[in-house]
């Protein structure tokens, strides 16, 4: 699986729009892009995913750009509740998790 | 929804024992794996199965094996319990959707082991 970097940490005021960002510059043509958070003491969730147009549902926006070398999750008006870590997956079949981004929005 | 159990919240063991982690999904998943979560190291996949009785290798498996004798259930074994597997444990199932490469993994509520 591909590695990916994002940045160890984040804030973001609520009601605005946090844009995390994800590194993966050795994606190979049949490996998705996915989005995971993990919010305090559960399991992570799923997101979003994409192969390489943007992809946008009821949670989240992903921006994937033309090489597909980097991505951007974004979550349009941030809200207490999506403090988390957030996880950026390059993968096809098997998800590796690194370290994340520790995303905290504040009042 | 998808469903997947893990059978404890919460475990004490002693070191040297023998440790059974379960896990059971209600989706008919062929993907299944095992992760544990430690602070500062993320999660970190220890063994996956792709079909039953198939198990792949993670990135961490030493110290752990596993069992999968049924589609449902993913069993992951401590065979001598040590202090240094004193983890949160997570299960997961992955779906795939052949055609669109369409995955999505579900989760369990991890297990917290403890090795006294």
């Known amino acids: 699986d591909a590695k990916t970097t994002q940045p160890p940490s984040m804030d973001c005021a609520e009601g605005r729009a946090a844009n995390l960002p994800c590194n993966h510059s050795?994606?190979?043509?049949?490996?998705?892009v996915y989005w995971y958070r993990q919010i305090h003491s559960q399991g992570p969730q799923y997101i979003i995913h994409g192969l390489k147009n943007n992809e946008t549902n009821e949670m989240a926006s992903l921006i994937i750009t033309e090489d597909r070398k980097s991505s951007t999750l974004i979550l349009p008006h941030a809200t207490l509740r999506d403090t988390a870590v957030y996880y950026c997956?390059?993968?096809?079949?098997?998800?590796?998790f690194g370290q994340g981004t520790i995303l905290t929005v504040h009042p | 929804d998808v469903k997947v159990t893990q059978s404890s919240r919460y475990l004490v063991k002693r070191t040297g024992e023998k440790v059974f982690l379960e896990c059971v999904q209600d989706m008919d998943h062929e993907n299944m794996f095992w992760y544990r979560q430690d602070p500062g190291l993320g999660l970190r996949l220890i063994y996956f199965?792709?079909?039953?009785?198939?198990?792949e290798k993670g990135d961490i498996p030493e110290g752990y094996s596993v069992s999968r004798e049924k589609k449902e259930r993913f069993s992951l074994i401590l065979e001598s319990a040590s202090t240094n597997q004193t983890s949160m444990y997570l299960c997961?199932?992955?779906?795939?959707?052949?055609?669109?490469?369409?995955?999505?993994?579900?989760f369990g509520q991890g297990t917290r082991l403890t090795v006294v």
């Open positions: 050795t994606i190979s043509g049949n490996e998705y």
């Open positions: 997961a199932t992955l779906v795939v959707e052949y055609g669109t490469e369409n995955t999505e993994a579900f």
């Open positions: 199965s792709y079909d039953v009785k198939m198990k």
């Open positions: 997956i390059v993968s096809y079949g098997k998800l590796t």
